[in-house]
């Protein structure tokens, strides 16, 4: 099992920057995918942002891209999500995610997620 906690959330004007973390403790998540995820309200689960365990490569949404960036720091077991030049549209519940060890890839599924954090940007 892994367990996921988020943190770093907040309330930031738009222009402003958030670094969200997410430890993870039960588990490493070096040879795990992490995907940071959110959710506004009335709205679907968005994947924003990516990175493989296999080779590093990461992913962004449209709508994030070269705003966003994820790292992760495998000896801290955790991973981060610096946001800047954030919108208020970026604001949502923001969930970080683990797959299942050694899987990784578009044709597996995230079995591990955290609680979620806030970010609200005010306009």
């Known amino acids: 099992q892994v367990q996921l906690v988020e943190s770093g959330g907040g309330l930031v004007q738009a222009g402003g920057s958030l670094r969200l973390s997410c430890a993870a403790s039960g588990r490493t998540i070096s040879s795990r995918d992490m995907g940071w995820f959110r959710q506004a309200p009335g709205k679907e689960r968005e994947n924003v942002a990516a990175?493989?365990?296999?080779?590093?490569?990461?992913y962004y949404a449209d709508s994030v891209k070269g705003r966003f960036t994820i790292s992760r720091d495998n000896a801290k077991n955790t991973v981060y999500l610096q946001m800047n030049n954030l919108k208020p549209e970026d604001t949502a519940v923001y969930y970080c995610?683990?797959?299942?060890?050694?899987?990784?890839?578009?044709?597996?599924?995230?079995?591990?997620w955290g609680q979620g954090t806030q970010v609200t940007v005010s306009s």
């Open positions: 995610a683990a797959t299942s060890l050694y899987c990784s890839g578009d044709g597996c599924r995230y079995a591990y």
């Open positions: 990175t493989r365990w296999t080779g590093g490569s990461t």
